[in-house]
């Protein structure tokens, strides 16, 4: 998307200075070799791990820190009450995403998962964002061609002036009634 990566004579060369840092590449790699400091797959799954110790009513969201997780953080400072349950695991862009760290989350016992991002069109990585909506469009029907309810997983668009729009996110999700045969994946 920025240029960073091409490839000369059959090598992929990177060039440090025009990537962004939005993990977009990581997905995109079929081969598994671009990782982005601070958010390799082994350290997203980490955090997923931690915050799902105790996973009952857990919801796993997802936020890219430019505009939903500022949401989030808006919604704390205007003391918007949402579930003590949430846990959030913040990525730079909702891009960052990968399938594997949502079906990780789901493997572990996590009822709900949330990907949340800024609104198409005001993304910080300019249209990245719209990457995360087919991957989550996918990834909801992969969920329920296995018989899982595909409303477990949310994708939400959410700006950091839009705190009551995130707890609202969260308080759909408390809502959804998820069976208990239904989290073993």
């Not at 079906?103 to 990457?131: M, Q, T, W």
Request: aromatic share 8%.
């Amino acid at each position: 998307l920025y240029g960073a990566i091409r490839v000369e004579d059959k090598v992929a060369v990177i060039t440090q200075a025009l990537c962004r840092g939005c993990g977009n590449c990581v997905n995109a790699c079929k081969f598994g070799a671009i990782s982005v400091a601070n958010y390799t797959e082994d350290q997203l799954m980490a955090q997923v791990r931690e915050a799902l110790k105790e996973p009952a009513d857990k919801i796993i969201v997802f936020a890219c820190n430019w505009c939903s997780y500022a949401g989030a953080d808006f919604a704390g400072t205007s003391r918007l009450q949402y579930s003590h349950n949430t846990r959030i695991v913040k990525k730079m862009c909702s891009c960052r995403v990968s399938a594997n760290v949502v079906k990780y989350a789901f493997a572990l016992g996590a009822p709900k998962v949330i990907v949340s991002g800024c609104h198409p069109g005001d993304c910080h990585y300019l249209e990245n964002n719209l990457f995360t909506k087919t991957r989550i469009e996918k990834l909801k029907d992969q969920l329920e061609s296995k018989g899982i309810n595909p409303e477990r997983l949310m994708l939400e668009w959410v700006s950091s002036s839009e705190g009551q729009r995130f707890v609202e996110a969260i308080r759909k999700m408390e809502k959804l009634e998820v069976d208990e045969a239904e989290i073993e994946l």
